[in-house]
């Protein structure tokens, strides 16, 4: 499995920016992706996850109402639309995925892709 995350970068507090994660290497049914960030001198934190099936999302309280997570089935990719965006949510954005089935596992991780908001 292969993940690869794309479109952090520079943005104003208010902006919105998209990330984008793109999955190869397996069918993902009963799988599921989730978006973590780690912020500098912080721990990594949970972001938002889906469910590859159904389309069910789950997000931190840090984020809810202001990020949106979506998976395209046809094209393999878990975007993340982040709005609003506060300096606060600076980090290295990291994509990953793993089987559901019982529970959630992150088994396969991208590279991250940074966002950085400036105030």
Not at 26 to 55: C, D, H, M, S
């Amino acid at each position: 499995v292969q993940l690869q995350a794309c479109g952090g970068g520079l943005v104003q507090a208010g902006g919105s920016l998209r990330l984008s994660c793109a999955a190869s290497g397996r069918t993902f049914t009963n799988w599921g992706f989730g978006w973590f960030r780690q912020a500098p001198g912080k721990e990594r934190e949970f972001v938002a996850r889906i469910t590859w099936n159904l389309g069910t999302p789950v997000y931190a309280d840090s984020v809810k109402g202001r990020f949106t997570i979506s998976r395209d089935k046809a094209k393999n990719t878990v975007d993340l639309q982040m709005n609003s965006l506060k300096s606060e949510d600076t980090a290295v954005y990291y994509c990953a995925t793993g089987p559901t089935v019982g529970q959630w596992h992150y088994n396969y991780w991208g590279q991250g892709t940074l966002v950085t908001v400036s105030s």
